[in-house]
């Protein structure tokens, strides 16, 4: 069975994870990340969730104290959408094997070609400005269409040879700067007749267009219980063939999981009702823990129950590890990779986290996690509380980390008695023959 399912996922899984309009698309917000995370260290000191927090420090430094955190986060969340078609469009025009900041460039000046530039202030009048809308996570889907459409332009313009040639003895620079021209002037063109194009319609704008008929549709699409269980399903089964299950499916969902987050993070900085149960928080704090399948729950049981060396050995290990998210020593050298036995809770296990965390956030028996991205490696119960702003974040992951460990404890005891059959095997052949 598990050949069988190996042969129809890894051609798949390999054809993903090798796409390169994905594989840009996943490097491009990975490039955006540390800027995120860091200023979620930001937001998340302006409003730890602690009572008397925040009037502890108004007291020491007055009201402006929160004026300083909200500079600092408000630096990245306001241009989520302008960071990611950077971000997409430099990953792309690597991969594309263009000169990256040429591609990002021109990439930008087409997403604010396509961004409205007037505010209305009235009935009658209006001033020259840019919404923080528009350049925020309700702009991600339009910054990632700009970022490879300009990209794929700006190769068809070069692979054609429209650019300007420049004598020999020129500095390298100079040179790409004129090679870069007429692809560049291509691109602007292209954008500026899109912008034309949409203002004669009854959209009015390319934001509008994106925002309404694609990434509304595909984040409702993504906040469903459905799309997080084929999320985890898939990563889970990939993960029992000795593939990194998140790397490649996140090629179809990160944009969405981004998005959602985005949301809950500019809800949570303006005070507002958080929106979505679904985020990247819920997959990674509220779904597995230690790792793919929950394996700090199989380590914890393992410690527990275990009698054979393997398994006493390979889990005091990697218990400390995978206490922080690093997985894959415990993964690969069970291994779980292939292992009949094991992969059954693997995949059991997660799934039942999301449906039990789905249940308790739905009922705000939990609050909603508040969008802040923290370091990976912040353990659980940590993460919980800090993603939650509630103790009872933290309660509910201990809870999912015990019936974790109930689930996988029959099939540890089966794998157990397995590996204790093999030892004593070995055993009893040495002592038969010593020098063997």
Partial sequence: MPKRIEAKLLPLADKLSNNVVLKSLRDGFLIVTPLILITSLFLLFGNFPIPGWTDFWIKIFGSQWTNWFDAATGSVFNFTGLLSCLGISYAYGKNRNLIPIHASMVSLVSFLILTPMTVRVSATSSIS????????????????????????????????????????????????????????????????????IFSLTKLGTAYNFFYSLLQLPLKNVGNS?????????????????????????????????????????????????????????????FSTYGGGGSILSLILIMLIVGKSKRIKG???????PSMFGIGEPFIYGLPVVLNPVIMIP????????????????????????NGVMLPWTTPPLISGWLTTGSWRGSVLQLFEIILGMIIYYPFVKILDRQYLSEEMGKLESHLINPQS
């Fill in 129 to 196: 400005a840019v919404r923080t809308l528009y350049l925020g996570p309700n702009g991600i889907f339009l910054g990632m269409f700009t970022a490879l459409i300009s990209v794929e332009l700006f190769r068809f313009a070069q692979n054609r040879n429209w650019t300007i040639k420049m004598p020999q003895g020129v500095p390298d620079m100079v040179n790409q700067s004129f090679e870069a021209l007429l692809p560049s002037g291509f691109v602007i063109l292209f954008f500026f007749l899109i912008r034309i």
């Fill in 346 to 369: 693997f995949v059991i296990t997660p799934v039942t986290n999301v449906l039990i965390s789905s249940f308790c956030f739905s009922l705000h028996l939990v609050p909603y996690t």
């Fill in 314 to 320: 390979l889990s005091r290990l990697t218990v400390i």
């Fill in 225 to 285: 219980i459905f799309s997080v269980l084929l999320y985890i399903f898939l990563a889970s089964i990939l993960w029992c063939l000795g593939i990194n299950g998140p790397s490649v499916v996140n090629s179809v969902w990160s944009p969405i999981f981004f998005v959602l987050t985005q949301d809950n993070l500019k809800a949570f900085q303006s005070g507002h009702p958080l929106p979505h149960i679904y985020t990247e928080q819920f997959i990674e704090d």
